[in-house]
């Protein structure tokens, strides 16, 4: 017995403490569990807040987006404004067909107005189509190329190359940002599915399947905009290769003119050296050069016209219909240059000859400094005209070409001839010598003009080869005139015609000086006389002296 109680209380004394070690354990075990849970909801917390982080940052990218979103947002607010419309069409026929009464007709007016409310806006909000993208995903329309048949037609060209490039570069730059859109939906929809999974909110179900109705539609838009930017690419490629071959032929056609005009311009440059070498007439050597230089530009106007005209007859026929208006709006032009072949191949007119020309009412007298297609350019010369009318000289005077018809103009060295007849009047009184003043003038005009009276008689006889001449004689003459206070007495001489003043001035003083030495000729000027009488009976009535 002793020894049973003995081994009851041995086994109680080991017992005991094995008890409290296990209690002990499952204590620590508890402890941990708490921990690791605690543990695990911040974790998911944490990762709750990362994603929500994450969808804030995907919408704010959304936002960017405008484009595509804001028609996706027009075409959804398209559908509702239709649902509504339906909505009420719907009320509108069951209110018809109900007995009317006040109200019930004043709720079908609300609704009509509201029916054309909403049909107003829906036809703004809806696009081309049943497509939300549908002007988005259409590309660019294409103009017609231009034709490239001549050089300036190459700047439209590349005009319209950088046109069309820059509509691509926007067409594809809207589809860079569909597909980052479109990448941007997959995230939030992913994000949002993670949160759904850890939360079971249906908030973000519903959120999710939004999102997914929208990848949806935009996805089968970006396909489609796949394949539209693809063709449209192959289109703009082959117009791009033909405008570019077009160009190149053109440049290349540009580059054979060009070098065959400088070939042309070369060949006359060569014949101007030519010109210049071998004919030492400045005045023949002025028209030669200006026959080069005209045929020279006519030639290389003539292989621009045949390069470029590809139908001549349709060119001849345009023409044809234009000439009359041309010809009434150009009337003064198309005459000049009538006048310019008239006055170069006829040889009325040539520079350097001195010609005088009469002008509304006014006389201009100088040397031809040029002739050009559309005018005569002289420098006015100091004359006698410049003395007593114009009482100007220096001045350079356009003449255009078409006066040859219309005006009179007068050619003072034409030819060969380089002289002109100028005359000197002087009165001397009724009771002078007149006889022997008319013979001294005479003297004095033949010792003054004796060298051009022989030049002008050589070349009144070149002359005759191209005019019948009657009247030769080239000595000076002395012509006389009773006039009011006098005799006049006129003596004319051949002079040169660029300096007929001052052989004028040289033989007018000299005559005064001859008239003044003499006794028996006085040189008369407006005077009167008066008589005095002792007796008034003696004056005759009417015999013109006053007393």
């Given amino acids: 017995m002793k020894i049973f109680a ?177 990448e941007l939906l997959k995230k939030e929809i992913t994000v949002y599915d993670e949160l759904y999974k850890l939360t079971k909110d249906e908030r973000y179900k519903k959120a999710l399947i939004k999102r997914q109705r929208e990848l949806d539609k935009f996805q089968a838009a970006y396909d489609i905009l796949m394949v539209t930017a693809d063709v449209y690419k192959k289109r703009l490629d082959v117009i791009e290769l033909n405008l570019n071959k077009e160009i190149k032929a053109q440049a290349l056609k540009l580059g054979n003119i060009g070098i065959i005009v400088l070939v042309v311009f070369l060949i006359f440059f060569i014949l101007k050296l030519i010109a210049k070498k071998y004919i030492t007439d400045n005045e023949r050597f002025y028209m030669a050069n200006k026959f080069i230089t005209f045929t020279n530009f006519s030639i290389i106007l003539l292989i621009i016209f045949f390069n470029y005209i590809e139908n001549a007859s349709y060119l001849v026929t345009i023409l044809g219909f234009a000439s009359a208006g041309i010809a009434i709006a150009m009337k003064d032009w198309f005459m000049s240059i009538l006048g310019w072949l008239v006055i170069v191949f006829g040889g009325s007119i040539h520079v350097g000859d001195r010609i005088r020309v009469d002008m509304d009412g006014m006389k201009y007298i100088g040397d031809v400094l040029d002739i050009s297609l559309l005018r005569i350019t002289i420098l006015e010369d100091i004359t006698l005209t410049s003395i007593t009318h114009n009482r100007r000289a220096g001045r350079i005077v356009f003449i255009p070409n078409n006066y040859v018809f219309t005006r009179m103009i007068a050619n003072y060295t034409h030819y060969s ?107 008369a000027y407006p005077t009167q006389r008066i008589n005095v009488a002792r007796d008034r009976a003696q004056i005759k009535p009417n015999d013109g002296e006053l007393v």
């Fill in 6 to 182: 003995l081994l009851l209380f041995a086994l109680l004394a080991v017992a005991l403490p094995s008890s409290s070690a296990a209690q002990e354990g499952v204590t620590v075990k508890k402890v941990d569990l708490n921990t690791t849970r605690l543990q695990e909801q911040k974790q998911l917390k944490e990762h709750m807040t990362r994603l929500e982080a994450q969808l804030a940052e995907i919408e704010k990218e959304l936002e960017q987006e405008k484009i595509w979103t804001k028609s996706y947002s027009s075409y959804l607010t398209s559908l509702e404004v239709e649902k509504s419309l339906k909505e009420i069409e719907r009320k509108i026929h069951r209110l018809k067909r109900l007995r009317s009464t006040r109200e019930r007709k004043e709720e079908l007016e609300a609704l009509i107005a509201k029916k054309k409310i909403l049909t107003t806006q829906l036809s703004e909000l809806k696009e081309k189509g049943s497509s939300p993208f549908s002007e988005l995903i259409t590309p660019p329309k294409i103009d017609n190329a231009p034709e490239v048949k001549n050089p300036f037609n190459i700047f439209s060209a590349i005009s319209f190359l950088k046109t069309i490039r820059k509509e691509f570069s926007n067409y594809e730059q809207r589809k860079e940002e569909l597909g980052k859109l479109i």
């Fill in 417 to 523: 001839l380089k002289t002109v007849w100028d005359g000197v009047k002087i009165t001397v009184t009724f009771d002078s010598n007149h006889k022997k003043a008319m013979h001294i003038a005479k003297e004095i005009a033949k010792k003054y003009s004796k060298g051009y009276t022989d030049i002008t008689r050589k070349q009144l006889n070149k002359l005759r080869h191209h005019y019948s001449l009657k009247n030769t004689n080239v000595e000076p003459r002395i012509y006389s005139f009773i006039e009011e206070y006098g005799i006049d007495i006129e003596a004319w001489y051949l002079t040169n015609a660029y300096a007929t003043l001052t052989l004028r001035s040289v033989i007018s003083m000299e005559i005064v000086d001859a008239f003044n030495a003499e006794d028996d000729i006085t040189i």
